[in-house]
């Protein structure tokens, strides 16, 4: 063993809400600095790369996504944000540029994409 302690390894797709979620936590609450963060463009070679990483360990791979313990797998912006709130000691709902984000725009980006998809939805029916 070399004695170096474990980074958690955050995978972050460029443009994506809920990748965005866990940053601003991450950046609000101090913890940035804490995690190795590995961001990519949709359609590179380096998502390419990434999904690959990441495929022997999740039964789907989606983003975010995070190695949180050596070994131990997660894709729920949630869990994600719930782990690192846990290690920090922050509560998100009092970090108030996170619930700003969360309440607002972050909530209204899911509304009009279920929207959207029941729209589509119906259009195919």
């Known amino acids: 063993m070399t004695g170096e302690r474990f980074k958690p390894v955050l995978y972050l797709k460029e443009n994506c809400p809920f990748c965005l979620k866990v940053r601003i936590f991450l950046m609000e609450s101090g913890f940035a600095s ?14 390419e790369e990434i999904r690959a990483v990441l495929q022997p360990h999740l039964e789907k791979v989606s983003f975010p996504s995070a190695e949180l313990e050596p070994g ?3 894709t729920e ?8 709130a846990a290690k920090a000691g922050r509560d998100p709902k ?17 509304k009009l994409w ?7 939805k119906a259009a195919s029916a």
Not at 114 to 120: A, R
């Open 34 to 47: 804490e995690i190795e963060s590995r961001d990519f463009v949709p359609g590179t070679k380096q998502e």
């Open 72 to 74: 131990r797998y997660v």
């Open 77 to 84: 912006s949630d869990d994600i944000v719930a782990f690192f």
């Open 94 to 110: 009092e970090l108030t540029v996170y619930r700003n984000y969360v309440d607002g725009v972050f909530a209204m980006s899911m």
């Open 114 to 120: 279920k929207e959207n998809m029941e729209l589509k």
